[in-house]
């Protein structure tokens, strides 16, 4: 059989390359192109890319129409995985899918679930969501959960600082149950998901385990042996870093950051929205009923690579959220 030709917008970033490795990982199934844009065609992670046998193919979402449609008329599947504040790109994207007839949208969600109207982040989403209702273009839209890789405090002995990215745990009485996901399982389940016609024009919860911040913690201090300080969050403190943010947020990234942050711990600390019950009441499919026989990554086993010190970090080449995750936390303790 002919393999499924996938392009993929973002594909040197975060979730990006772990939606690469997934498709590589299907072999022969998939040909992989990186849809580029002209600034960053010759990054080292693109030749990363190209000696692995995938297509860098220059790709301008702010130039005209045409070029784009062109670039995308051999493609099945088109994905996007581009920067929380880069959405509004994608409308030209989806235009140009469904001119190229694009048989499948893959627009860039891979956030927490949570009904419309509740985050900023997942609101400039939704507004691509409905651009491609109206222009009646397949899709898929994948929700993945909260990343296993900033799920997790840092310890005491400062032993996982070289990892942790130090974004609070510990939300309300830490007892509401999140999906998590590790970002390596991402692109495993994309490779399922993109080629199954159950998952045609729908929303799609694909997670490894749901758990509480309180039963993080523990395992993290079970596995480790350290004691780790209690540090909740309150409702009220997380309301009120959303109310000063929002005035503020246009002209000042920290700002529209904590904004982001403080919502996103709102919905899945205290209000409960990124379970698969909620997602199931949104209408989503879940993984565990698709693909049951799915091997993920436990958290238990991703703790201890991080204990081992063989735990990836993220963003580790990106300073500006490196520093804006430093402005969030001296925020949330009180210091900034
Ligand atoms: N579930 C979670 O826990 C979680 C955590 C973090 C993020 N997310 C979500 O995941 C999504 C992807 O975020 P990420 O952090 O994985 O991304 P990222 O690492 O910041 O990478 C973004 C990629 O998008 C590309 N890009 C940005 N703007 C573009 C444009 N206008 N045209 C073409 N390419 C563009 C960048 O390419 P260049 O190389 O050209 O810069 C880069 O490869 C986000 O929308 C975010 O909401 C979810």
């Known amino acids: 059989m002919a393999p499924t030709r996938v392009a993929l917008v973002g594909a040197a970033g975060q979730t990006g390359s772990s ?56 493609i099945d599947v088109l994905i996007c995985a581009i920067a929380a504040t880069d959405q509004e790109a994608q409308i030209p994207l989806a235009t140009a899918a469904k001119k190229a007839q694009v048989k499948r949208f893959v627009p860039c969600a891979f956030i927490t679930v949570a009904p419309p109207g509740r985050m900023m982040l997942r609101d400039w989403k939704e507004d691509i969501y409905n651009h491609i209702k109206r222009i009646h273009l397949p899709y898929t839209i994948i929700d993945v959960g909260w990343w296993y890789q900033i799920s997790y405090p840092r310890l005491p002995s400062g032993k996982i600082d070289y990892v942790a990215m130090n974004v609070p745990t510990l939300i309300g009485d ?6 998590l996901t590790d970002l390596r399982d991402i692109g495993r389940y994309v490779a399922k998901i993109v080629v199954d016609e159950r998952t045609l024009n729908k929303y799609f919860l694909a997670y490894d385990e749901l758990l509480t911040p309180n039963q993080v913690v523990e395992e993290l201090e079970r596995l480790s ?18 109310e000063t943010a929002s005035k503020l947020y246009e002209t000042d990234l920290s700002q529209a950051f904590l904004k982001a942050s403080a919502e996103y711990m709102l919905s899945w600390g205290i209000n409960g929205d990124n379970t698969p019950d909620n997602a199931k009441y949104l209408g989503y499919l879940t993984c565990k009923e698709l693909y049951p026989d799915f091997q993920s990554i436990s958290y238990t086993s991703y703790l201890q690579e991080v204990l081992d010190g063989e735990a990836k970090p993220v963003y580790e080449d990106n300073e500006e959220i490196r520093s804006l995750t430093i402005s969030l936390r001296e925020s949330m303790d009180g210091k900034a």
Do not use: H, M
């Open 19 to 74: 939606i690469v490795e997934g498709l590589l990982e299907a072999g022969d199934q998939f040909s992989i192109v990186a849809l580029t844009r002209p600034s960053s065609i010759t990054k080292p992670a693109n030749g990363n890319l190209k000696d692995r046998g995938v297509e860098i193919r220059s790709f301008d979402l702010s130039g005209p129409e045409e070029p784009l449609v062109e670039a995308l008329r051999d």
């Open 174 to 179: 830490g007892n509401v149950p999140s999906a």
């Open 225 to 242: 042996g350290d004691t780790i300080p209690r540090e909740y969050l309150s409702e009220q403190t997380l309301r009120e870093k959303i």
